[in-house]
């Protein structure tokens, strides 16, 4: 079976946890269980990348520095796109160039993810209009005034719409292991949580 490619963005001050957990997620997934189905990607349904505008050093929030392993120019055919948060999502909301690789991004994707304040650039790239949708809770409001169709679901940790968007930073854990489970089985995200020692939290 071929490997569906896992798309994530990165960007100045982009919130670790928000690329980081489900980079984990999807990265150590397989359709084995147990252990030594971890020592090789024979069982590994995902190819996971880090995708940025330019290639160069990214840092993000807390200093870590990370380099990006491809650009916008290079990157493989994105199946699944995840848009992780931070602050540097706020200077990224009028930058065309960025919007405009979301849209084309999204456009070809089967599936398209929002962690914490990534939920902001797909609103601003107009992906949630008409939408349920969430974002990390010192966002709610910035989500809701940038596009009034879109239904805010201020209690709820992952919302599955068109585009399936998580609460903050290590809500995109949840929300991974819920792909996880909606394109492989219940059986081989509870295993993927169960390696990493994480408690779902349904």
Do not use: N
Request: charged share 20%; aromatic share 6%; proline share 4%.
């Amino acid at each position: 079976m071929p490997r569906q490619t896992v798309g994530i963005f990165l960007f100045e001050q982009v919130e670790v946890l928000d690329f980081a957990g489900p980079f984990e997620v999807f990265s150590r997934t397989r359709l084995e269980p147990g252990l030594a189905s971890r020592r090789s990607d024979e069982q590994a349904p995902f190819s996971v990348f880090t995708v940025a505008e330019t290639a160069g050093m990214i840092t993000a929030t807390g200093g870590l520095q990370v380099v990006p392993q491809y650009t916008f120019e290079t990157a493989p055919a994105i199946d699944l796109l995840v848009i992780p948060g931070g602050w540097g999502t706020r200077p990224l909301l009028d930058h065309a160039p960025v919007l405009a690789w979301i849209r084309e991004s999204a456009a070809v994707a089967s599936l398209v993810t929002s962690v914490c304040s990534g939920a902001l650039l797909l609103a601003r790239a107009g992906l949630l209009a008409h939408q349920r949708a969430t974002t990390h809770w010192g966002a709610l409001d910035a989500l809701a005034a940038l596009d009034d169709t879109i239904m805010v679901e201020r209690d709820a940790r992952v919302v599955h719409d068109r585009v399936i968007s998580s609460a903050g930073i290590s809500a995109g854990i949840d929300m991974s292991l819920d792909v996880v489970e909606r394109l492989h089985g219940k059986a081989v995200a509870d295993d993927t949580a169960h390696y990493m020692e994480y408690r779902r939290s349904q």
